[in-house]
């Protein structure tokens, strides 16, 4: 059988945490996708990527958080829920600590999502004209005024 | 030098088709925004994780004065016979994908199967689209 390095069973669980962040995913679970039990798991994965599990799943959370901030025009509360925290005090207290300012703060320091998601000119054009009814009723009022 | 930024697919339904890309393809948001001066246009883009550059825009068939309704019939009709539009996606390892996949109650229109190029399989979304899923060989020079 070829041999398998420990870090490649560590990696799958990494891999975990970054593919399944959104979904009530916790140590346990990434300890068992390593195959180890969790509190060799929590003192080997440290050793190899220098945090424990349960941090780097945080950190992955909040980063995915800060891209859809960014990103979306979506409420702090939906976001939340989207990167799989159940908690909104927890999670503010958390982002704060990590990026130095609340979501809401961190968000106001970028550009609208409106901005950032670059519509292009073509789509804005297509989608902000009027619709002929409506142009259509206003003429009609129009030449009854006149 | 060009490159590609984004795709578009027509989907029947925007919050159908962002539960899929993300829960079931496992894909990362990457613009979700609506815009009310564009009477309400919402503008959603995705995209697999670890390739930020490119995004294939979710849209939602329009009405007027974007489309009248014979056209969007047309778009209806062609998304219904899997003609619309079609993804070609790469992977390391098909076999893995597909078994995920398939777990996740992704419709497969064919299972992993050997060709000259590789290992590919088919999907759908939930509106029709058509994905290729292929681990490719590499070619001999």
């Given amino acids: 059988m070829a041999f398998v390095p420990p870090a490649r069973h560590l990696l799958r669980a990494k891999d975990l945490a970054d593919a399944r962040y959104a979904e009530p995913l916790g140590v346990d679970d990434l300890a068992r996708a390593a195959g180890l039990s969790r509190a060799h798991f929590s003192r080997e994965f440290r050793r190899a990527f220098g945090e424990p599990p349960?941090?780097?799943l945080l950190t992955r959370r909040l980063e995915r958080?800060?891209?859809?901030l960014r990103t979306t025009d979506r409420s702090v509360a939906e976001i939340c829920l989207a990167v799989g925290l159940?908690?909104?005090g927890s999670f503010t207290t958390s982002f704060t600590r990590a990026f130095g300012r609340s979501p809401t703060a961190y968000r106001a320091t970028f550009p609208p999502a409106s901005l950032q998601a670059?519509?292009?000119?073509?789509?804005w054009r297509a989608y902000s004209r009027p619709s002929r009814q409506h142009v259509s009723r206003r003429q009609a009022g129009a030449a009854g005024a006149a | 030098m060009m490159q590609i930024a984004n795709a578009q697919l027509w989907v029947?339904?925007?919050?159908e088709a962002l539960a899929f890309y993300t829960e079931k393809l496992g894909w990362e948001v990457r613009a979700d925004v609506t815009l009310p001066e564009m009477g309400d246009f919402r503008w959603l883009a995705v995209g697999p994780a670890g390739q930020e550059g490119v995004s294939v825009v979710l849209m939602a068939i329009p009405g007027q004065p974007v489309m009248d309704e014979a056209t969007?019939?047309?778009v209806e009709r062609l998304?219904?016979?899997?003609?619309?539009?079609a993804i070609f996606l790469t992977t390391d390892d098909v076999h893995a994908d597909y078994e995920q996949l398939k777990a996740r109650g992704v419709e497969f229109t064919e299972p992993p199967e050997q060709r000259p190029y590789g290992i590919d399989c088919g999907f759908r979304d939930p509106s029709g689209n058509t994905f290729?899923?292929?681990q490719l060989v590499e070619l001999p020079v």
């Fill in chain 1, 54 to 56: 349960h941090a780097y």
């Fill in chain 1, 65 to 68: 958080a800060a891209a859809l």
């Fill in chain 1, 86 to 88: 159940q908690s909104v």
């Fill in chain 1, 118 to 123: 670059r519509v292009p000119m073509c789509v």
């Fill in chain 2, 12 to 15: 029947h339904d925007q919050e």
């Fill in chain 2, 72 to 74: 969007r019939a047309d």
């Fill in chain 2, 79 to 85: 998304m219904g016979k899997g003609f619309a539009g």
């Fill in chain 2, 132 to 134: 290729r899923l292929s």
